[in-house]
């Protein structure tokens, strides 16, 4: 299996030079017939490294332990979920599952845009081959997941206890998968920029791609939440660990893409600017791979230390200075087409929305990357943590929730300031409302600003949906259900994009109340004994050891009350694994009693039975897994197959009002 | 047989917690050894229950051994020996600062999660500033030129626009 995986890898690495330059010297001496044989070559290459992907896996399910990587990362005791998961436990694994979505979502993007303009395509073969040609190098020479051992193991050692989770399913994969697509909209953009074309259906095509990769590692990123608040036990779902940082960057600029690409659909401005964060996109997702298998920046998630580093800091380097190098070179070709023509139009609002998004960007890379310097240029170690974040990127995101509320009011190219006061009268009304109310009850002025911007914002998403709506019954007399789901359908980059909003709105009310108001308690507790933790008593009813294949597990029962009544009963427990008994691992008790989560860690215990319990109130946390379903599907929404678009009625086309590409 | 289980997990439990690469596993035990020697005439009592106050004040400090979290979430062994301390030194009438100041006197200024601002680590705070501020600058000088250059445009009513808006919306009829 090893031989024949190493080989398809080899092999692979060869096909994929080939097609390199049978692309570039197809466009260049105009022989399609080498064009065609470079795309074949990259569905050559993907089978390839597909096969290689089957060997490997049939590797950890057999548990041939002659392989370094299959005995460094399962045993025979673990459940075969996880067997599998181990897959991409470690660098190899995960850089070879990362060259496979290249070529699985490359060779899809290439087989639907057969029929697109000819002298783009080789180049975009080219990049997504270049691409996969750098990591099969990686996987040959550098770090091959088919490396045998001298001496066969008779049992593996086993996955590290820290991914043995449920969580380990759902989010490596999504978040690799997530980086991974941003290079099929890269090589788009970058056939654009060597070029010098960009026509409106290869934008549309660009558009479509980076919202696979944004959506995908936005799931991903939400999945890691989860994980992070059921196992980590600091009672949190997002730490702004370094890793987590550099996976939220990619996605922050290809948010800020998203929008900004509105602009040049519609007013044929920002080309240039575009393409850069297209670029950034891509820069970033490969930086947030090689980071987390690095170790560069020393964190929660770098199991790896490996040699990978410098071939990534290599490429990292290429790409930025070739990327560049193209967009001033192409600078002239791509001036707008317009020009703002006020402040306060729709345009400009996107623009805002793309500065606040670059700046949350740089902040976040900049505290990340921070001590980094300090260690280098002033031998200081640092750690950057949350509070920092919260200082500097708190603001920044609460003038995103609020631009979020202005910006679907705005016109294009200029609005009238009576009817954006109109337009938003009861939404500020609300707003006001909602905050001073809030300041009054809870207090906190800080967290009653930022709830009535997301009121204030609530509000303005449903009056556009309802106006709508409306809009739609006068016309037809569908029923109001009806109605929205023609919207959705009919009219998805608008309001499966506002749905989108939505998901955020309710993701930033859980955000915002269990910052604001986390309660923690650390108690000592005998057996049967309670203590009392805001509105809630909870009584430690004794510890209880379990044996699984392969991990002992302690568990503490706990009992919930609330005014006197049993609410629930959570066990918190701690795992000890086979070959990792010094690290324990562990998995909170979580009850979710009305809006409040009740989240036990269990800390230490005794012979006796006593326990250390820490105990922490979470408000409103269930919203944020509520506005993470809302994101999954306003993202699906987006992918909805347009019907005949709504412009075919209108006599002579209108510009700057079809709502259906806004 | 359960108890024997429990005992057996009992005595696996070593110090040091969750430790994820070699490097900093090594790391994690020197420095639990060293903290182990300052720290246990201090915490050589049963464990005490921690006030509000001790867990803000862990809440601040980093966990030395375990990157990411916090003296209060983690659930490592030092941590909860620095918890104690915090604890015992608050019991004794110590400020919150000066307890702060304890352990970056024996940690180093990576121990506060919150950089200090001070000398060069002012650079971390004011950069995000100066990001903003240039791209507001770029971005106004932008806007400006547009509307410089602006040609006077068949403008059209807002309010037709968004009726033109409604009616594209009603789609199919």
Not at chain 1, 331 to 359: K, M, T, W, Y
Request: charged share 15%; with cysteine.
């Amino acid at each position: 299996m090893a031989e024949f995986g190493s080989g398809a890898l080899i092999i692979a690495f060869m096909l994929a030079l080939y097609g390199i330059a049978a692309s570039i010297l197809g466009a260049r001496r105009h022989v399609p017939e080498l064009v065609t044989s470079a795309i074949r070559a990259t569905w050559g290459v993907t089978l390839l490294v597909v096969m290689a992907v089957i060997a490997l896996a049939t590797a950890f399910l057999t548990h041939d332990f002659r392989l370094a990587y299959v005995a460094g990362r399962s045993s025979r005791d673990m459940p075969t979920h996880y067997v599998l998961a181990a897959f991409y436990g470690g660098q190899e694994g995960s850089l070879l599952y990362w060259v496979m979505i290249v070529g699985l979502l490359g060779s899809l993007a290439l087989y639907t845009q057969r029929r697109s303009d000819r002298a783009l395509i080789p180049y975009v073969t080219a990049t997504i081959l270049s691409v996969m040609a750098l990591l099969l190098v990686i996987l040959t020479f550098v770090a091959s997941p088919f490396e045998l051992l001298p001496v066969t193991p008779l049992d593996g050692a086993g996955l590290n206890p820290l991914l043995r989770d449920p969580g380990m399913m759902v989010h490596p994969p999504l978040l690799l998968a997530g980086y991974a697509s941003f290079t099929v909209p890269f090589a788009f953009g970058m056939a654009a920029l060597i070029t010098g074309r960009l026509g409106a259906d290869w934008l549309r095509a660009i558009r479509r791609w980076t919202l696979v990769a944004w959506g995908v590692l936005g799931c991903g990123l939400l999945a890691g939440a989860w994980w992070a608040y059921h196992v980590l036990g600091w009672g949190g779902y997002w730490g702004w660990d370094p890793v987590e940082n550099v996976a939220l960057l990619p996605w922050l600029t290809s948010t800020a893409f998203l929008h900004s690409v509105i602009v040049q659909e519609r007013r044929g401005m920002l080309k240039v600017w575009n393409l850069a964060l297209l670029l950034a996109s891509f820069i970033l997702a490969v930086f947030g791979t090689f980071v987390v298998r690095s170790g560069l920046l020393s964190s929660v998630h770098a199991f790896a230390v490996s040699e990978v580093g410098p071939w990534f800091l290599f490429y990292l380097a290429a790409v930025t200075i070739v990327g560049i190098g193209l967009l001033l070179y192409r600078l002239p070709a791509l001036q707008s087409d317009r020009v703002i023509e006020s402040v306060s139009s729709r345009e400009s609002g996107f623009l805002l929305n793309n500065l606040i998004f670059a700046a949350l960007t740089f902040a976040t890379f900049w505290g990340t990357v921070f001590p980094l310097f300090s260690e280098l240029f002033w031998s200081t170690k640092l750690t950057v943590g949350p509070p920092f974040y919260n200082q500097v990127n708190g603001p920044l995101l609460l003038g995103l929730l609020l631009l979020m509320g202005i910006g679907p009011v705005l016109a294009w190219r200029r609005t009238d300031l009576r009817l954006l006061l109109r337009n938003v009268r009861w939404p500020l009304l609300a707003g006001l409302v909602t905050g001073c109310g809030l300041l009054f009850w809870l207090r906190e002025p800080l967290a009653a600003v930022a709830f009535a911007a997301v009121a204030f914002t609530t509000l303005v998403t449903l009056l556009e949906y309802l106006r709508a709506t409306r809009a739609r019954r006068r016309s037809s007399g569908e029923s109001y259900l009806n109605a929205v789901i023609q919207l959705l359908r009919r009219n998805n980059r608008r309001y499966g994009g506002y749905l989108v909003h939505f998901a955020v709105l309710i993701i930033a009310v859980g955000v915002i109340a269990s910052n604001f108001f986390q309660v923690e308690r650390q108690f000592l507790l005998k057996p049967g004994e309670s203590a009392a933790i805001g509105p809630y008593t909870i009584t430690y009813e004794g510890l209880e050891d379990r044996r699984t294949a392969d991990a002992e597990v302690v568990a503490a029962r706990v009992a919930i009350y609330r005014a006197g009544k049993l609410r629930e009963t959570v066990e918190s427990y701690r795992f000890f694994y086979r070959n990792y008994e010094d690290q324990p691992t562990a998995r909170m008790g979580i009850a979710t009693v009305g809006l409040d989560d009740v989240y036990v860690v269990l800390d230490r215990w005794e012979d006796d039975g006593t326990a250390s319990l820490r105990v922490y109130i979470n408000p409103l946390v269930i919203w944020i897994w509520v506005g993470a379903a809302v994101y999954i599907l306003g993202t699906l929404t987006l992918f909805w197959p347009q019907p005949a678009l709504a412009r075919q009625h209108v006599d002579r086309p209108v510009r700057g009002v079809i709502p259906s590409e806004a | 047989m359960r108890h024997e289980g429990r005992s057996n997990a009992l005595r696996r439990w070593v110090p040091g917690g969750v430790r994820l690469t070699t490097g900093a596993r090594a790391l994690g035990l020197l420095l639990t050894v060293i903290l182990l020697a300052l720290a246990l005439p201090l915490a050589a009592a049963a464990e005490e229950p921690l006030s509000p106050e001790a867990l803000e004040i862990a809440n601040e400090l980093n966990c030395p051994v375990c990157q990411g979290q916090s003296v209060r979430d983690s659930n490592s062994q030092l941590a909860r020996q620095m918890r104690q301390v915090i604890q015992q030194k608050l019991d004794a009438g110590e400020s919150p600062d000066a307890i702060k100041a304890y352990f970056v006197q024996r940690y180093g200024i990576e121990i506060l999660r919150e950089p200090p601002r001070e000398g060069f680590i002012w650079a971390l705070w004011w950069g995000p500033v100066i990001g903003l501020a240039l791209g507001g600058g770029v971005l106004f000088a932008y806007l400006r030129r547009g509307a410089s250059r602006q040609p006077p445009s068949e403008e059209s009513d807002s309010e037709v626009l968004q009726r033109v808006e409604e009616r594209l919306l009603s789609g199919a009829e």
